[in-house]
Nanobody, 127 residues
Framework: QVQLVESGGGLVQAGGSLNLSCAVS????????MAWFRRAPGKERVFVAA????????YYVDSVRGRFTISRDNAKNTVNLQMNSVKPEDTAVYYC????????????????????WGQGTQVTVSS
């Protein structure tokens, strides 16, 4: 059974930082791209960042590029999202997910490209 558990969310002031972590069990992530999505109150889940299975490629949505950094540790089966200079509009539940395909050459950004999801961790940014 594949499980993803996100942690590290919480309440932070605008301009501050948070480091989200996603621990995966039941499957080695070493051959799979990983991603973070978020769902703001009353809105759909949207893509935030993705990292390739080898870790050499990353992609970010424009609104977080330059502020957020996605990384992975295949030995620990974890993926992280370092969030710096956070803004109130970053308030959302953040989810990590595993690519549906192994060894994908490109970085998938659509929810349907991901097959396993965590329960999410709440991030609230106060102004």
């Amino acid at each position: 059974q594949v499980q993803l558990v996100e942690s590290g969310g919480g309440l932070v002031q605008a301009g501050g930082s948070l480091n989200l972590s996603c621990a995966v069990s039941g499957r080695s992530i070493s051959l799979y791209g990983m991603a973070w999505f978020r769902r703001a109150p009353g809105k759909e889940r949207v893509f935030v960042a993705a990292i390739s299975w080898g870790g050499g490629g990353m992609y970010y949505v424009d609104s977080v590029r330059g502020r957020f950094t996605i990384s992975r540790d295949n030995a620990k089966n974890t993926v992280n999202l370092q969030m710096n200079s956070v803004k109130p509009e970053d308030t959302a539940v953040y989810y990590c997910a595993i690519d549906r395909l192994s060894g994908r050459d490109s970085l998938a950004r659509a929810p349907f490209d991901y097959v396993y999801w965590g329960q999410g961790t709440q991030v609230t940014v106060s102004s």
